[in-house]
């Protein structure tokens, strides 16, 4: 069955266009929620993007200071690597100053010191030793079921003159008393002929406390 409109054309045209006009509202709100929507999603990766280029920036700056501490941390491990090498070859540090004003404050004003020897010799201890304040050991097996380690130690060898034995007694028991030195033992005393007088030479040899 064929409907008939019975309504006059220009109502049919009026209906027509209002049809027109409310699809083209409903696409145009559509298309501002749509611009909506991709401006919020882009104002958001616009901010992520300045967030993660803030960090980026911090990170560069960090890694820019820690770039400019590189070179004097290169420096003071080249120092200490040095420092480690002399205390491996020698056996400890040495205060060259500290030894003199100690030997000047124990020797006697009638000895007089000839000729002073600082060098690094290895001594062997035993287990029951004190060795963990030496500066460089290393384990070594001996008989017995007993342990031993070799250690570097700074040893300090004298060589002077005096009036007599008396007082190279006395220079020896100061040395042995003072708190830089540790076992001292003679070497030699002998009789020499000092300008024209007979003196008593000794040499004596000592530990450097650690």
């Known amino acids: ?54 960090r980026l920036a911090e990170r560069a700056r960090t890694l820019k200071a820690q770039a400019a501490m590189l070179g004097p941390l290169e420096r003071q491990m080249a120092d200490l690597l040095i420092k480690k090498r002399i205390d491996d070859e020698l056996g400890g540090r040495t205060d060259c100053t500290a030894i003199l004003a100690e030997l000047c404050r124990v020797v006697p004003a009638s000895l007089a010191l000839v000729s002073l020897d600082l060098q690094a010799v290895e001594v062997t201890q035993t287990s029951g030793g004190d060795a963990s304040r030496q500066w460089s050991a290393r384990p070594v097996v001996s008989g017995g079921g007993r342990s031993s380690v070799v250690v570097r130690r700074v040893q300090l060898v004298i060589t002077g003159l005096a009036p007599s034995d008396v007082d190279v007694a006395n220079f020896i028991g100061q040395l042995s008393a003072s708190c830089l030195f540790e076992d001292v033992n003679m070497g030699y005393a002998r009789t020499v002929d000092f300008g024209g007088r007979m003196a008593r030479e000794f040499r004596a040899s000592c530990y450097l406390v650690n």
């Open 1 to 54: 069955m064929e409907n008939i409109e019975f309504l006059p054309e220009s109502v049919r045209r009026q209906r027509a266009s209002r049809g027109r006009r409310v699809r083209a509202g409903w696409m145009l709100g559509a298309c501002l929620l749509a611009m909506a929507a991709l401006t919020f999603v882009r104002h958001h990766r616009i901010a992520r993007a300045r967030a993660d280029g803030d």
